[in-house]
Protein backbone atom coordinates (compact mmCIF):
# COMPACT_ATOMS: atom_id res chain seq x y z
CA UNK A 1 0.00 0.00 0.00
CA UNK A 2 1.81 3.34 -0.83
CA UNK A 3 1.75 5.99 1.25
CA UNK A 4 2.82 9.43 0.81
CA UNK A 5 4.00 11.93 3.58
CA UNK A 6 4.63 15.71 3.06
CA UNK A 7 7.25 18.43 4.36
CA UNK A 8 8.34 21.37 4.19
CA UNK A 9 5.79 23.73 5.57
CA UNK A 10 6.00 26.51 7.74
CA UNK A 11 5.05 30.07 8.40
CA UNK A 12 6.82 32.98 6.11
CA UNK A 13 6.17 36.77 5.04
CA UNK A 14 3.70 37.48 2.61
CA UNK A 15 5.98 37.99 -0.68
CA UNK A 16 8.05 35.09 0.20
CA UNK A 17 8.80 31.07 -0.57
CA UNK A 18 8.27 27.85 0.88
CA UNK A 19 8.94 24.50 -1.20
CA UNK A 20 6.76 21.69 -0.11
CA UNK A 21 7.92 18.17 -0.57
CA UNK A 22 5.70 15.05 -1.10
CA UNK A 23 7.79 11.40 -0.32
CA UNK A 24 5.94 8.41 -1.32
CA UNK A 25 7.01 4.75 0.04
CA UNK A 26 5.73 1.65 -0.69
CA UNK A 27 5.59 1.29 -4.16
CA UNK A 28 6.91 3.44 -7.41
CA UNK A 29 4.84 6.17 -8.61
CA UNK A 30 6.15 6.39 -11.47
CA UNK A 31 3.17 5.82 -13.25
CA UNK A 32 0.71 7.69 -11.31
CA UNK A 33 -0.89 11.74 -11.63
CA UNK A 34 0.09 13.16 -8.43
CA UNK A 35 -1.79 16.48 -7.21
CA UNK A 36 -1.43 19.06 -4.25
CA UNK A 37 -4.91 20.15 -2.99
CA UNK A 38 -5.09 22.84 -0.18
CA UNK A 39 -8.47 23.59 2.64
CA UNK A 40 -8.37 26.12 4.87
CA UNK A 41 -10.47 26.38 7.92
CA UNK A 42 -14.29 26.42 7.38
CA UNK A 43 -13.55 25.85 3.18
CA UNK A 44 -13.51 22.96 0.97
CA UNK A 45 -10.64 21.66 -0.73
CA UNK A 46 -9.04 23.14 -3.43
CA UNK A 47 -7.01 21.90 -6.53
CA UNK A 48 -4.27 23.53 -6.48
CA UNK A 49 -1.83 21.80 -8.85
CA UNK A 50 -1.21 18.11 -10.82
CA UNK A 51 1.43 16.55 -12.95
CA UNK A 52 1.03 13.81 -14.93
CA UNK A 53 2.99 10.67 -14.78
CA UNK A 54 5.38 11.40 -17.71
CA UNK A 55 5.84 14.99 -17.15
CA UNK A 56 4.75 15.86 -19.72
CA UNK A 57 1.57 17.79 -18.49
CA UNK A 58 0.89 20.41 -15.75
CA UNK A 59 -1.99 22.32 -14.98
CA UNK A 60 -2.66 24.96 -12.12
CA UNK A 61 -5.44 26.18 -10.22
CA UNK A 62 -6.24 29.73 -10.98
CA UNK A 63 -5.44 31.35 -7.53
CA UNK A 64 -2.10 29.85 -7.72
CA UNK A 65 -1.18 30.26 -11.67
CA UNK A 66 1.96 32.33 -12.33
CA UNK A 67 3.16 31.75 -8.66
CA UNK A 68 3.32 27.78 -7.88
CA UNK A 69 5.22 25.44 -9.84
CA UNK A 70 4.73 21.76 -9.38
CA UNK A 71 7.37 19.05 -9.97
CA UNK A 72 8.32 15.63 -9.80
CA UNK A 73 11.82 13.87 -9.35
CA UNK A 74 10.23 9.83 -10.52
CA UNK A 75 13.81 8.03 -9.36
CA UNK A 76 12.96 9.86 -5.63
CA UNK A 77 9.60 8.97 -5.70
CA UNK A 78 9.24 12.45 -4.77
CA UNK A 79 6.67 15.41 -5.68
CA UNK A 80 7.38 19.30 -5.01
CA UNK A 81 5.48 22.16 -4.71
CA UNK A 82 7.62 25.45 -5.38
CA UNK A 83 5.28 28.25 -3.80
CA UNK A 84 6.44 31.70 -4.75
CA UNK A 85 4.87 35.28 -4.09
CA UNK A 86 2.93 34.12 -0.91
CA UNK A 87 0.05 36.11 0.12
CA UNK A 88 -1.75 35.51 3.34
CA UNK A 89 -4.80 33.88 1.61
CA UNK A 90 -2.76 30.89 0.73
CA UNK A 91 -2.33 30.08 4.33
CA UNK A 92 -4.08 26.20 4.68
CA UNK A 93 -3.06 22.63 5.32
CA UNK A 94 -1.77 21.84 2.00
CA UNK A 95 -2.03 18.16 0.87
CA UNK A 96 -0.06 15.88 -1.61
CA UNK A 97 -2.55 13.19 -3.51
CA UNK A 98 -1.65 10.06 -5.38
CA UNK A 99 -4.09 10.03 -8.94
CA UNK A 100 -6.24 7.50 -9.96
CA UNK A 101 -5.80 5.79 -13.06
CA UNK A 102 -7.26 8.07 -15.63
CA UNK A 103 -6.43 11.13 -16.95
CA UNK A 104 -5.24 14.34 -14.87
CA UNK A 105 -7.84 15.63 -12.48
CA UNK A 106 -8.34 18.82 -10.40
CA UNK A 107 -11.02 17.59 -8.41
CA UNK A 108 -10.68 15.42 -5.04
CA UNK A 109 -12.05 12.32 -6.33
CA UNK A 110 -9.69 11.46 -8.95
CA UNK A 111 -6.99 10.56 -6.09
CA UNK A 112 -7.27 7.91 -3.84
CA UNK A 113 -4.28 8.25 -1.74
CA UNK A 114 -3.80 11.33 0.63
CA UNK A 115 -0.49 12.77 2.69
CA UNK A 116 -1.18 13.62 6.09
CA UNK A 117 -1.07 17.80 5.40
CA UNK A 118 1.45 20.46 5.85
CA UNK A 119 0.54 23.64 7.15
CA UNK A 120 1.34 26.89 5.41
CA UNK A 121 1.03 29.62 7.07
CA UNK A 122 1.39 33.28 5.10
CA UNK A 123 1.69 36.31 7.47
CA UNK A 124 0.76 40.11 6.35
Known amino acids: QVQVVESGGGLVQAGGSLRLSCAASGRTLSRNNMGWFRQAPGKEREFVAA????????YYGDSVKGRFTISRDNAKNRVYLQMNSLKPEDTAVYYCAVGRSYGLSTVPSGYNVWGQGAQVTVSS
Open 51 to 58: ISWSLSNT
